[in-house]
């Protein structure tokens, strides 16, 4: 038991270099055996990224997608880096994934945790999204396709879930700003609601950085930019890992 804390204490402690984290794509699945995909599995530091593209983006996600991804950092021929504000964000369905050495850690500390926007396995059946943050604007872009299974009022996107879009993108803005955080205080304003199906911007500000305080505006927005659906002010507070280990 002692053991297992410490490898999660080690596992959330490596969260901290979450600001780092590279871009990693999809395993290819051309193995030609099912032990060959399983040895496969266990032995590749790669997590499947779920912000990558599939067959269930409509026309404007993908339109969004490619915009932003095009102003991406990109690897020239001797290796090196364009001089892009822009990334993109991998996304996985585990917190450990995110700590180096944390596709391992997340074989050894079996769980059924799942993160909560990732565990829906079909694809866009719910939170369909894929980040972007500028270093140099501090700023985060988020597009997001709301799937069937979101609904709230008849037709339109439940209020909760995009409560839930709001603290994902702003918390994972803040992590990347500040290190490990918590939320400590979410105000929401409804403006207009948001029909399921659509793809919609979530755009991500800093306001201030105060001691452990953090806080941060954000907007969700029609593609075009010509309708506010939401809008949100969060307080993120920095936390130790302890924090977790112990329970708060
Ligand atoms: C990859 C996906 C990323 C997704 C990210 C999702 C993030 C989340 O949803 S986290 C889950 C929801 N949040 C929680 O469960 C948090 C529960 N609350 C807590 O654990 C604690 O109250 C916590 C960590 C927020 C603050 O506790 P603690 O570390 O003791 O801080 P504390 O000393 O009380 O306060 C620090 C400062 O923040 C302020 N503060 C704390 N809470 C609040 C609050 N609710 N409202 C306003 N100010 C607050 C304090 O006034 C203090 O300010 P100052 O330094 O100016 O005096």
New binding site residues.
């Given amino acids: 038991m002692a053991r297992m804390l410490r490898r999660l204490r080690k596992g959330f402690q490596s969260l901290t270099s979450f600001s780092a984290a590279t871009i990693q794509p999809n395993l290819s699945a051309s193995e030609s055996s099912r032990s060959e995909v399983a040895l496969l599995s266990f032995f590749s530091p790669k997590p499947r990224d779920f912000s990558l593209p599939n067959s269930s983006w409509g026309s404007e996600m993908m339109r969004l997608y490619d915009h932003y991804n095009s102003q991406c950092e990109a690897e020239t021929e001797g290796g090196q880096t364009q001089g892009s504000p822009w990334q993109r964000l991998p996304?996985y369905n585990r917190?450990l994934k995110?700590a180096p050495g944390g596709v391992y850690l997340s074989k050894i500390v079996q769980s059924k945790a799942r993160?909560f926007?990732r565990n829906i396995r079909e694809p866009g059946a719910a939170f369909e999204y894929a980040l972007f943050v500028n270093k140099g604007e501090k700023k985060c872009v988020c597009i997001f396709q709301a799937g069937w299974l979101l609904e709230g009022p008849p037709g339109h996107v439940h209020g909760g879930a995009i409560a839930t879009m709001i603290?994902?993108v702003t918390?994972?803005h803040?992590?990347f700003l500040s290190g490990p955080?918590?939320?400590?205080?979410l105000n929401i304003a409804y403006r207009s609601p948001i029909p399921l199906g659509s793809t919609v911007l979530i755009e991500s500000s800093l306001d201030t950085q105060?001691?452990?305080?953090t806080f941060i505006s954000c907007k969700v927005m029609s593609t075009d930019g010509s309708k506010l659906h939401t809008e949100a002010t969060v307080?993120?507070?920095s936390?130790n890992v302890s924090?977790l280990v112990r329970g708060?």
Avoid: Q, W
């Fill in positions: 996304s917190s995110y993160l926007t603290d994902t918390g994972t803040a992590t955080i918590m939320t400590a205080n105060e001691g452990r305080k307080l993120f507070v936390i924090h708060g």
